[in-house]
């Protein structure tokens, strides 16, 4: 049997989970592709969930996703596993391809429009790189609300469901909506800054 499959157990404490992800970052620094590829079988579906919650485009998403995990590959010398987990390290990148791409559109749609318009292509717009950033912070900091807060408000975000079409369609009761969306909205928020502080300080 593989050394790199997970347990199956429905529970994994969190000690052996913690070791599983350690194994999993000493067999990619060591450019074992077996534990690279259960490294993509864990964190592949999360990646690409970010992805295509940022790009709204799933042919986009596939792409990114892909070269997230290529430039893990070609870049495992370069995690350090004394700041922080192999997941967060993936995150990371994740959120640094997402960002070129949404540069890339950006590029692509205006000399689409320069060359309709027969003129220059225009630079960026001031806030661009802000905005970019927010809808990046945005979707990390929603994977880290409990899932109840987070169905509510991801339905209220990419759906434009209002609170009462969300009691209506989960059979939660609007009053407990209202809760979720108020506290999620809340952390989202408090999660949001601390994102924009350390990029910031980074």
């Given at each position: 049997?593989?050394?790199?499959?997970?347990?199956?157990?429905?529970?994994v404490?969190?000690?052996?989970?913690?070791?599983?992800?350690?194994?999993?970052?000493?067999?990619?620094?060591?450019?074992?592709?077996?534990?690279?590829?259960?490294?993509?079988?864990?964190?592949?579906?999360?990646v690409?969930?970010?992805?295509?919650?940022?790009?709204g485009?799933?042919?986009?998403?596939?792409?990114?996703?892909?070269?997230?995990?290529?430039?893990?590959?070609?870049g495992?010398?370069?995690?350090?596993?004394e700041r922080?987990?192999?997941?967060?390290?993936?995150?990371g990148?994740?959120?640094?391809?997402?960002?070129?791409?949404?540069?890339?559109?950006?590029?692509?749609?205006?000399?689409a429009?320069?060359?309709?318009?027969?003129?220059?292509?225009?630079?960026?717009?001031?806030?661009?790189?802000?905005?970019?950033?927010?809808?990046v912070?945005?979707?990390?900091?929603?994977?880290r609300?409990?899932?109840?807060?987070?169905?509510?408000?991801?339905?209220?975000?990419?759906?434009?469901?209002?609170?009462?079409?969300?009691?209506?369609?989960t059979?939660?009761?609007?009053?407990?909506?209202?809760?979720?969306?108020?506290?999620?909205?809340?952390?989202?928020?408090?999660?949001?800054?601390?994102?924009?502080?350390?990029?910031?300080?980074?």
């Amino acid at each position: 049997m593989s050394t790199h499959t997970r347990p199956t157990t429905a529970l994994v404490p969190p000690v052996e989970e913690t070791r599983y992800e350690e194994e999993l970052a000493r067999g990619l620094v060591a450019a074992d592709e077996e534990a690279f590829a259960a490294i993509y079988r864990r964190w592949g579906s999360l990646v690409h969930t970010m992805a295509a919650r940022s790009l709204g485009d799933a042919h986009e998403a596939d792409d990114v996703t892909q070269q997230v995990f290529i430039g893990a590959w070609r870049g495992r010398h370069g995690f350090r596993p004394e700041r922080g987990p192999l997941g967060a390290w993936l995150v990371g990148i994740t959120r640094r391809k997402i960002v070129d791409a949404l540069a890339a559109r950006t590029r692509r749609l205006s000399l689409a429009d320069s060359a309709a318009q027969g003129t220059a292509p225009a630079g960026p717009a001031p806030g661009a790189p802000d905005e970019v950033l927010d809808r990046v912070l945005v979707v990390q900091a929603l994977s880290r609300l409990p899932h109840a807060q987070r169905e509510v408000l991801c339905m209220a975000f990419y759906e434009d469901l209002t609170q009462a079409q969300i009691a209506e369609r989960t059979g939660v009761p609007l009053g407990t909506v209202k809760s979720h969306a108020r506290r999620g909205l809340h952390r989202l928020r408090r999660v949001i800054e601390q994102g924009r502080a350390t990029d910031a300080a980074a």
